[in-house]
């Protein structure tokens, strides 16, 4: 699953032959006959796994335990590691640094981005992770999903919907939760599983087993998803980045339907099929539509400083839910 999600709210931080290949679908919905396996080589994603651990150990450093821990909620974790050790599982459960840290390295903080022009923190955060847990969860889920659709859509647009996604799920977050901070990739994961829902719907002429491939995916994202209703786990920076990517999906990953790659290999008086269906076009350009006024929609409430609770009741409890064993109070 998709790890912890962006820590989490609460009290502590919170030229190219055109050809396919077969599915990343772990439903095994393949590609009907016609389609071959030529992939693009996968160096994006763990170029951004190694961008992510070199940052937390710099997180690390600048935190310090040894130096800056004042002894309370108990010693520091790991002290043979130095200034690499953790702060109290009190304070950290997740094996990490200080939520000042954080704050002061980039988190996701309404404050400081509405009244202090730190706008900058919607993308600094998402390479900020909370403790090793947290990196951990991140990281594995990132190779998963991130490794398979760069090697079918190439770095470019693989690293495109992982940034924007990333930055769509810090606008919403940034809208509902104003008083923590936050850090994480999880955002721009969701970014990412939301493109493989978008992808399989829009080039779904193409596939075999399409049923199963969907019933699949959707299972997954339910229940990452559900995770988020726990206390100190970030669900709308979640909901925020598949939103975004599931818009971008229809817009970056859409594929020429089943026939048209075959054409050269008809008789002349052969009726050709266009490159793409009709509700290929219709998604993509309501994709657009939404994409844009998503993010006109959101980016204006977000530096006009609005509480995005006022306008939505109900929706707090998308990202926790209380029970008699925890409280959503913070």
């Given at each position: 699953?998709?790890?912890?999600?962006?820590?989490?709210?609460?009290?502590?931080?919170?030229?190219?032959?055109?050809?396919?290949?077969?599915?990343?679908?772990?439903?095994?919905?393949?590609?009907?006959?016609?389609?071959?396996?030529?992939?693009?080589?996968?160096?994006?994603?763990?170029?951004?796994?190694?961008?992510?651990?070199?940052?937390?150990?710099?997180?690390?450093?600048?935190?310090n335990c040894p130096k800056n821990h004042n002894g309370y909620r108990g010693d520091c974790v790991a002290k043979f590691l130095g200034r690499l050790s953790f702060q109290p599982l009190?304070?950290?459960?997740?094996?990490?640094?200080?939520?000042?840290?954080?704050?002061?390295?980039?988190?996701?903080?309404?404050?400081?981005?509405?009244?202090?022009?730190?706008?900058?923190?919607?993308?600094?955060?998402?390479?900020?992770?909370?403790?090793?847990?947290?990196?951990?969860?991140?990281?594995?889920?990132?190779?998963?999903?991130?490794?398979?659709?760069?090697?079918?859509?190439?770095?470019?647009?693989?690293?495109?919907?992982?940034?924007?996604?990333?930055?769509?799920?810090?606008?919403?977050?940034?809208?509902?939760?104003?008083?923590?901070?936050?850090?994480?990739?999880?955002?721009?994961?969701?970014?990412l599983l939301g493109a493989m829902l978008s992808e399989l719907l829009t080039n779904w002429t193409i596939y075999t087993n399409k049923a199963a491939a969907l019933i699949t995916l959707?299972?997954?994202?339910?229940?990452?998803?559900?995770?988020?209703?726990?206390?100190?786990?970030?669900?709308?920076?979640?909901?925020?980045?598949?939103?975004?990517?599931?818009?971008?999906?229809?817009?970056?990953?859409?594929?020429?339907?089943?026939?048209?790659?075959?054409?050269?290999?008809?008789?002349?008086?052969?009726?050709?099929?266009?490159?793409?269906?009709?509700?290929?076009?219709?998604?993509?350009?309501?994709?657009?539509?939404?994409?844009?006024?998503?993010?006109?929609?959101?980016?204006?409430?977000?530096?006009?400083?609005?509480?995005?609770?006022?306008?939505?009741?109900?929706?707090?409890?998308?990202?926790?839910?209380?029970?008699?064993?925890?409280?959503?109070?913070?």
């Amino acid at each position: 699953m998709m790890g912890n999600g962006d820590l989490e709210r609460g009290t502590t931080t919170k030229g190219r032959n055109q050809r396919y290949p077969q599915s990343y679908y772990a439903s095994g919905g393949t590609y009907d006959v016609g389609y071959s396996d030529s992939q693009w080589t996968s160096w994006l994603v763990p170029m951004i796994v190694v961008a992510n651990v070199a940052m937390f150990v710099v997180i690390m450093l600048v935190n310090n335990c040894p130096k800056n821990h004042n002894g309370y909620r108990g010693d520091c974790v790991a002290k043979f590691l130095g200034r690499l050790s953790f702060q109290p599982l009190g304070e950290n459960p997740l094996f990490g640094p200080s939520s000042s840290t954080l704050e002061k390295l980039g988190a996701l903080e309404w404050e400081k981005i509405v009244h202090q022009n730190e706008a900058w923190r919607l993308i600094t955060c998402i390479w900020l992770h909370a403790g090793v847990i947290h990196l951990l969860a991140n990281m594995l889920s990132l190779v998963f999903i991130g490794i398979r659709l760069e090697q079918q859509f190439g770095f470019v647009r693989v690293g495109f919907i992982y940034l924007l996604s990333g930055i769509g799920g810090s606008i919403l977050s940034a809208l509902f939760i104003q008083r923590s901070i936050s850090v994480g990739a999880s955002g721009a994961l969701f970014g990412l599983l939301g493109a493989m829902l978008s992808e399989l719907l829009t080039n779904w002429t193409i596939y075999t087993n399409k049923a199963a491939a969907l019933i699949t995916l959707v299972v997954i994202i339910a229940i990452n998803l559900a995770v988020g209703i726990l206390p100190h786990v970030d669900n709308f920076a979640h909901i925020g980045g598949f939103l975004s990517g599931f818009l971008l999906g229809f817009l970056l990953l859409i594929r020429p339907q089943f026939g048209w790659l075959e054409r050269r290999n008809l008789p002349a008086d052969t009726r050709l099929k266009s490159k793409y269906t009709f509700f290929q076009y219709a998604f993509l350009m309501v994709s657009a539509v939404l994409l844009i006024v998503g993010f006109t929609v959101g980016l204006v409430m977000l530096f006009r400083g609005e509480n995005a609770n006022k306008h939505c009741s109900w929706c707090h409890y998308l990202s926790c839910v209380p029970t008699s064993r925890w409280s959503c109070n913070n």
